[in-house]
């Protein structure tokens, strides 16, 4: 059997993360310019509770109120943190729960009801406001019960999750620009090192909700692939991540092992018995024999009765085989065919199901608060800035499957899309320019 790459392997996984990130950053750049965040007041937050920002203040004076605000955010993010660590370990999970709801509650209510009637009054949408309160209060409880309720859509979960990290960024694009690009390379840096320092929230996080096989306290988008592995025999162990993020969730892998069997034997009329079985790793003795195959060194002495049995079992395991690739794609997709009876014996297959990627919130809305600061510029830094966060997420993704651990996913991104923004800002802006103003670019 041919070896597949990483590539290959990941390409469906890839796509369901890039998407909805994409999605995100491209709605967060469409609200900075059509609602015009940067004439509207500073907001206080804990992102600026040190520093206002005045466009009169001094580089030296932006630069240390920059830097104090970002390590007063970094504090106030790590102590959240611990904070949600402990009430895990101490089994508050039900206190954690209600927690996400309200919060998921308060920023679609209060931060969506905002953007959401600023949108109104700028397009001039002729609705009143009973109406109004009656569309966002409907759409903030279903946002609120799809965060941790299990009888939700998977796709009604996925679409709130990238309303409120869009909610969010558009809210953090109203900060002062210093203190934005601060705040981002300092939550790189905090999740580098939440993430693989020993002793990390983040990590301690993920550690314990690995270890009591729970899901993580945390708002996250699932990405889930279309098809199972396990079924497909595809190479490799199923990629199940959790990539965390600032503020996020965690990130770590669930690596199971998975029991599959492959038939091998002839298609003519004297069809021998020979399956050869893939053990999963706890397996002791390496030998899964079927109820009807006696001792496996006996097997060519076997009598003609098992020779028959032999046959009736060859004939099985291909009607399975054919009935599995005749399975329409949207079967395999709703999982409607994992249900199918198999020979007593002779499969074994284990209860895990590829979960697919799971992305922390936080790392959508701080992608788009770096695309949407670019926007305020022009648009040559939004494509910049774009480009360099999709390829740090997927190289990202690529390292959590080569070395099938916890990774951080907002250091690659973030640094490359700051070191994008400037480069573009300060080189490639005024070259552009100066070739398309001198005639010597159309």
Sequence with gaps: MESSSILDSL??????????????????????????????????TAANLIYVENPSDSATVKLEGSLENAIVFVVVVAAVTFVIVLLFYYNFTNFLKHYMRFSAFFVLGTMGGA?????????????DSITCFVLLFNFTVLGTLSVFSEGMPIVVRQCYMVVMGI????????????TTWFILVALALYDLVAVLAPGGPLKLLVELASTRDEELPAMVYEARPTVSRGRNGGGGSSLRVLVGGGGGGGGGVSDSG????QAVGNHNANLDYNAVAVMDRDSVDGVVRSPLAGN???????????????????????????????????????GWGDNR???????????????????????????SVLVGRAAMYDLMTVYACYLAII????????????????????????????????LTRLLMEPFVVGMTTNLMMF
Aim: aromatic content about 10%; proline content about 6%.
């Design 258 to 261: 998975s029991v599959e069997l």
């Design 391 to 422: 390829s740090g997420l997927g190289c990202t993704l690529i390292l959590l499957s080569v070395y099938n651990k916890a990774l951080p996913a907002l250091p690659i991104s973030i640094m490359l899309g700051v070191v994008f923004y400037f």
């Design 296 to 334: 496996p060194r006996e097997t060519h002495s076997a009598s003609p009765a098992f020779s028959e049995h032999s046959r009736e079992l060859g004939s099985i395991v291909n009607r399975e085989s054919v009935a599995e690739e005749e399975m329409s794609p949207l079967v395999e997709l709703m």
């Design 341 to 367: 009876e198999e020979p007593r014996g002779l499969v074994e297959e284990s209860d895990d199901i590829d979960r697919g990627i799971k992305l922390g919130l936080g790392d959508f809305i701080f992608y």
């Design 11 to 44: 390409g469906v996984e890839i796509i369901g993360v890039m998407a909805p990130v994409s999605i995100c950053m491209f709605l967060v750049v469409l609200l900075t310019y059509s609602l015009s965040v940067t004439s509207d007041p500073q907001i206080r």
């Design 167 to 178: 909610v969010v960024a558009a809210w953090f694009t109203k900060l002062p620009e210093w």
């Design 115 to 127: 953007i959401f009637l600023s949108i109104i009054q700028h397009f001039s949408i002729p609705v």
